[in-house]
């Protein structure tokens, strides 16, 4: 917003408009005004919410079963994988309206774009494979034969290694995008849910929903070099199912959701120890940092409710209502 | 016997087992809901205010209380009105509002973790049930085929057979498509807990 500031005005008239410029630009809230898109994947909606506000702003109906969820990395657009639909909805981030299909394969229910923002490789839950798509194109060029009911898609900052897991054969699945070939597959424990990288590529991190770990990779000699385990105070072992993973740029802190213990363990990047555990809502799997990593936002699928972590305090600081039965969420710059 | 029909019931069977894909968790595999098998539910995934590990069966020994979370438990309570009722019930000094506090939620996941724990036998007795329903229909399919390759078929006994694996596959058909709705109520009891859970925990903020 550039004040238009007439050269016939009077000086203090001036300079009066644009103190009060400054000053409401300084008391305009907080900077981090981004906008986060939350998938429901029951009420086939998705959830805007402004993040200076933490409100809800609007619901965009959407296709059946509403789960993946990401920006283009023009900022552009939303996508949303609507498995039943077998199709990928984009959401213009200008109108936030929709704004044509994705091609995607059958089933679609997670996807992920490589670093250049010009493919798309989308899991296949039903149909065991990986379909690539060309975004600018919107045509599917070709596709993978992977593990049985792939969901965990990982791919390295370089663009190179694109990961895969599967839930029913145990298995991270690396695929060298040139040749989309699995050059490698690396155990790890029952039904991996979802894989992510280090900024630095240094690491891959993979949990596994029903082992009850996150186990961590060296992408270079495809081993897993240590696993996470996850305990809490008065606390079964059983309702602890890691799904979600989001590690800050600097790849000193990681976040991971577990799912019905309803908590959110912090780990230390470096060393892997769990340094706390946060209570948030219900059945927690997914999760977003906000661009300026001040915030980390989780969905929260039976209690259908998304919760607001301090990333500085580790503390939980709002709850929101959305939709129901949250899964997927993506901030925008914006 | 018509092939035609042996056909049907036996293509109708096989849609309905359950796929090995997507049944079972691998820590339980007699468990037939997608959801991984959670036995009871724990305090620590639904409380974070201060501990009831000293309230014990204090709660029933209450009659408010009691009552309180009769009420308060039952799914033909809306969650608003109980939320309201919390609110209205956890007043006085903050040493009696910790008390109340901590006798009803106490009160109320005994009650409903019993509740839970009764459907979550429930869901495994059907499970079980439904294996020896799906060994008898096949052993009934082995001896149809077995009659049916006579040279002198009997056909009243055929016959006989064949509607008895009919009648199974449609009870074995409607059982699967129970224990799919039933596999969401542990999750549902769940949820009231933490919500009402969140609801007392705030009366002490």
Redesign the interface.
């Known amino acids: 917003m550039s004040p238009q500031i007439s050269n016939r005005g009077s000086k203090p008239m001036r300079w009066g408009f644009l103190v009060s410029v400054c000053l409401l630009m300084l008391f305009n809230g907080d900077a981090s005004a981004f906008t986060a898109y939350v998938s429901n994947e029951r009420s086939n909606t998705v959830s805007v919410i402004d993040t200076n506000k933490w409100e809800v702003i609007k619901t965009i109906k959407v296709g059946q079963r509403p789960r993946g969820i990401a920006l283009t990395k023009d900022q552009k657009y939303v996508l949303v994988a609507v498995g039943d639909d077998d199709t990928i909805q984009m959401i213009d981030t200008g109108t936030n309206e929709l704004a044509g299909t994705l091609p995607s394969g059958p089933d679609p229910e997670l996807f992920i774009e490589d670093p250049d923002g010009k493919r798309l490789y989308v899991a296949n839950e039903d149909d065991n494979t990986v379909t690539i798509i060309d975004i600018d194109r919107r045509v599917q060029i070709g596709d993978i034969q992977v593990g ?2 792939p969901e965990g898609m990982g791919i390295s900052p370089d663009g190179k290694i694109l990961v895969n897991t599967s839930e ?1 054969t145990n298995m991270a699945h690396f695929i060298d995008t040139a040749t989309r070939k699995i050059v490698k597959s690396v155990l790890v424990d ?2 991996p849910r979802f894989a992510a990288f280090k900024q630095d590529g240094s690491e891959l991190w993979v949990s596994s ?2 082992g009850g770990t996150v186990s961590i990779i060296d992408p270079a000699k495809h081993e897993v070099k240590q696993k996470i385990e996850f305990k ?5 072992p ?2 602890i ?1 890691p799904v979600g993973i989001n590690i800050t740029r600097d790849g000193k802190t990681g976040f991971v959701a577990l799912g ?4 959110v363990a912090v780990v230390d990047g470096t060393t892997h120890q769990v340094t706390k555990y946060l ?1 948030v ?3 927690v799997w997914h999760m977003a940092l906000t661009p300026d990593e001040r915030y980390l936002m989780t969905t929260n699928g ?2 259908n409710d998304l919760s607001i972590i301090d990333v500085a305090t580790l503390k939980v600081v709002n709850t929101i209502q959305v939709g129901q039965q949250p899964w997927g969420i993506a901030i925008s710059e914006h | 016997m018509n092939f035609f029909r042996l056909a049907l019931i036996l293509s109708t069977m096989i849609a309905a087992l359950p796929s090995s894909a997507r049944a079972a968790d691998r820590r339980d595999p007699d468990w037939p809901c997608v959801q991984p098998k959670v036995p009871q539910m724990s305090v620590a995934a639904m409380w974070d205010g201060p501990s009831i590990a000293d309230v014990g069966n204090a709660w029933q020994d209450d009659p408010t209380i009691k009552d309180l979370v009769v009420r308060l438990a039952a799914r033909r309570t809306p969650v608003d009105a109980a939320e309201r009722v919390i609110s209205g019930f956890i007043t006085g000094t903050d040493a009696e509002k910790q008390k109340k506090a901590k006798m009803l939620f106490a009160g109320l996941f005994d009650s409903l973790s019993q509740q839970r724990s009764e459907i979550v036998s429930g869901i495994e007795r059907v499970a079980r049930k439904q294996k020896e329903l799906a060994d008898r229909i096949r052993s009934d399919v082995t001896a149809l085929h077995e009659l049916e390759d006579k040279s002198e078929q009997d056909q009243i006994k055929i016959n006989a057979l064949a509607d008895q694996v009919e009648w199974s596959t449609r009870i074995f058909e409607d059982r699967r498509k129970t224990i799919r709705y039933v596999c969401e109520a542990p999750t549902a009891i769940e949820q009231r807990v933490f919500t009402l859970g969140r609801a007392i925990r705030k009366t002490l903020d």
């Open positions: 049985v009911e029913t029952p039904r929903e029903v809490i105070s008065g606390m079964r059983e309702p199912q019905p213990a309803n908590h209570l809502g219900q059945r039976t209690s």
